[in-house]
């Protein structure tokens, strides 16, 4: 959602929480009482266009769910994607080579982080990988009762060679079987 969406959205629940009476009388004693402090919509509005001042004022007696259907249909009329929680989201990189086919390609790194997944168990050992399981992903019991149960499953992503080679040994060593992706 846009600054100016955000904003309008805040107004709203403000005055819905509050109440446009109180607001009002607030609004009032606090200019009475100190001419030197303006909120800051209230000093950027005289500097605006009135045609957006009034467009503002209307925006500020919707209600929330006028408001959310407001930015709605001010994204669908004016073509704006949805865009990530986290803000905008960075294009995907091209692939280089294929724009330079001269260079022969680079040799194949070797793979230092890998993907551990538990396959399956014996029924016998059960118990015991629960166990592990708990201890290794940091689970309750009944977490790492499901999760076995749910084999196969993607233990852990993104671990170094050495502790994946440790972690497959210990849990063959219990009856389980894993796999190094």
Do not use: W
């Amino acid at each position: 959602m846009s600054a100016p969406c955000r904003y309008a959205v805040r107004s709203c629940a403000r005055s819905i929480h509050s109440g446009t009476s109180v607001r009002a009388s607030t609004t009032s004693f606090l200019r009475s009482t100190t001419p030197s402090i303006q909120r800051r919509h209230d000093s950027t509005a005289a500097a605006t266009n009135p045609k957006i001042s009034g467009i503002v004022d209307q925006i500020s007696h919707l209600t929330l769910l006028e408001t959310a259907d407001l930015v709605s249909s001010l994204k669908s009329r004016l073509n704006i994607p949805d865009l990530p929680v986290g803000g905008f989201a960075a294009a995907p990189a091209a692939p280089v080579a294929a724009a330079e086919d001269n260079e022969p390609a680079p040799a194949a790194q070797e793979k230092t982080l890998f993907n551990i997944k538990l396959t399956a168990f014996d029924a016998a050992a059960k118990a015991k990988v629960i166990k592990e399981v708990k201890s290794l992903l940091g689970l309750s019991l009944v977490d790492s009762k499901k999760f076995v149960e749910s084999a196969p499953k993607m233990m852990k992503e993104s671990v170094p060679k050495d502790e994946a080679e440790k972690i497959i040994a210990t849990m063959k060593g219990l009856g389980a079987t894993v796999t190094m992706e």
